[in-house]
């Protein structure tokens, strides 16, 4: 039983590159979310899924994309990315709103 | 939309000294979470409190959900080094909306 995983564990981008960061989950949970941690920031919620098929904003959507076509699986895309985006990203699901989150390994993301 | 604050930010403690950390929603929550993130590592979910008033301990933690369900606190009593880590309390409406977080350090 894999959890949760993400893929890439690292990466660097330059300026006004795109990437797309792979969330997966093997629970059949149904929420999923994307957050990203920078120092003294905690965890700052991107976009949220709460079912195949559906996205929602988090507090700071901005400059990111996402998708849910499979249940397994929350791509978070990043566009244009920018120096700003500079942060470790983690992915995490839940099978209710009532029960504990799994979170991935987590994303390092550097933007020069 | 709904904010969650923690305080406060850093702990240092000598080994065995108390830790108490405190967390506040703008807005009332259906559950409360708690989770602790060691250096270099990712959230791991600690508890859940759900009713008014409830109290839970888990071994040297004790968790508290305030009358309201807009307040919490994680209290850690006799700290080890073990403890080393930092605290997060996350709100759960549909989203999960964690607090700031509490950076415990412990001084053996």
């Known amino acids: 039983n894999a959890g949760v995983t993400q893929t890439p564990k690292f990466r660097v981008l330059k300026t006004g590159q795109s990437m797309t960061l792979l969330c997966a989950q093997d629970?059949?949970?149904?929420?999923m979310y994307w957050y990203r941690q920078d120092p003294g920031m905690g965890l700052r919620l991107i976009h949220y899924s709460v079912g195949e098929g559906t996205t929602a904003k988090g507090e700071v959507p901005d400059g990111y994309n996402v998708s849910r076509l499979k249940k397994q699986n929350f791509l978070l895309g990043l566009e244009s990315a920018a120096p700003s985006q500079t942060s470790v990203y983690f992915c995490a699901s839940s099978y209710l709103t009532n029960t504990e989150a799994f979170f991935g390994q987590g994303t390092r993301l550097t933007v020069v | 939309g709904q904010q969650v604050m923690q305080i406060p930010q850093y702990q240092h403690v000598q080994e065995g000294e108390d830790f108490t950390t405190y967390c506040n929603s703008s807005?009332?929550?259906?559950?409360i979470q708690w989770y602790k993130q060691r250096p270099g590592g990712h959230p791991v979910f600690l508890i859940q409190l759900v009713k008014s008033g409830e109290v839970k301990k888990q071994k040297r933690l004790t968790f508290q959900f305030g009358e309201a369900k807009k307040n919490s606190s994680l209290h850690i009593t006799a700290t080890q080094t073990t403890d080393v880590g930092t605290y997060f309390c996350?709100?759960?409406?549909?989203?999960?909306?964690f607090g700031t977080g509490t950076r415990l350090t412990i001084i053996p």
């Open positions: 807005t009332t929550l259906s559950n």
């Open positions: 996350a709100g759960r409406n549909e989203k999960l909306t």
């Open positions: 629970m059949n949970h149904e929420y």
